[in-house]
T-cell receptor, first 113, second 111 residues
Framework: QQQVKQSPQSLIVQKGGIPIINCAYENTAFDYFPWYQQFPGKGPALLIAIRPDVSEKKEGRFTISFNKSAKQFSLHIMDSQPGDSATYFCAAYLGSGTYKYIFGTGTRLKVLA | DTGVSQNPRHKITKRGQNVTFRCDPI?????LYWYRQTLGQGPEFLTYFQNEAQLEKSRLLSDRFSAERPKGSFSTLEIQRTEQGDSAMYLCASSLLAEAFFGQGTRLTVV
């Protein structure tokens, strides 16, 4: 019930394409869902986040879509660039009780020039 | 730079030695987390502090691992009698509310 399932494991798109990464969770007590971007040898960097009372959030080229009833959320990267090539992690956060983040297993994205 | 700072960035140690890592969180953040990340995996929760109190510890953390956060500021993570299976990236994160910010991590290699 504490798991966050992420797919796909890896993704290759052409420059300008729209990669979509999906995550699913079980625990309805999660109340905050961030996405992190990680480059090799670096720590994860917070990219964008959403709360379950919102169905969509956009920040620049990054959009989160959230489906509360299906317990799923996804990251869309518009007009993807080679510099977006990185590993992306979704996470779910319990804002009461444990205050900890549960991470998905990551999606390695490669954007071809 | 007011981000989360971790030291050292890299540590190579012989099996059986003790190692200690340090994390300096963003100054006003009262919550501090330690995570472990192995190659190709997402970060796994190890432990969490609110101010100086260690409020949760993962079952992943054997008794060889100990973490402290004296005075609710910086934190240290110590691993005693290191094993090859301890080789990983150790990540520290801090938060005030829901947004957590990670440091660059400490890459531990046990040889």
């Amino acid at each position: 019930q504490q798991q966050v399932k992420q797919s796909p494991q890896s993704l290759i798109v052409q420059k300008g394409g729209i990669p979509i990464i999906n995550c699913a969770y079980e625990n309805t007590a999660f109340d905050y869902f961030p996405w992190y971007q990680q480059f090799p040898g670096k720590g994860p960097a917070l990219l964008i986040a959403i709360r379950p009372d919102v169905s969509e959030k956009k920040e620049g080229r990054f959009t989160i879509s959230f489906n509360k009833s299906a317990k799923q959320f996804s990251l869309h990267i518009m007009d993807s660039q080679p510099g977006d090539s990185a590993t992306y992690f979704c996470a779910a956060y319990l804002g009461s009780g444990t205050y900890k983040y549960i991470f998905g297993t990551g999606t390695r994205l490669k954007v071809l020039a | 730079d007011t981000g989360v700072s971790q030291n050292p960035r890299h540590k190579i140690t012989k099996r059986g030695q003790n190692v200690t890592f340090r994390c300096d969180p963003i100054s006003e953040h009262n919550r501090l987390y330690w995570y472990r990340q192995t190659l190709g995996q997402g970060p796994e929760f190890l432990t969490y502090f609110q101010n100086e109190a260690q409020l949760e510890k993962s079952r992943l953390l054997s008794d060889r691992f100990s973490a402290e956060r004296p005075k609710g500021s910086f934190s240290t993570l110590e691993i005693q009698r290191t094993e090859q299976g301890d080789s990983a990236m150790y990540l520290c994160a801090s938060s005030l509310l829901a947004e957590a910010f990670f440091g660059q991590g400490t890459r531990l290699t046990v040889v």
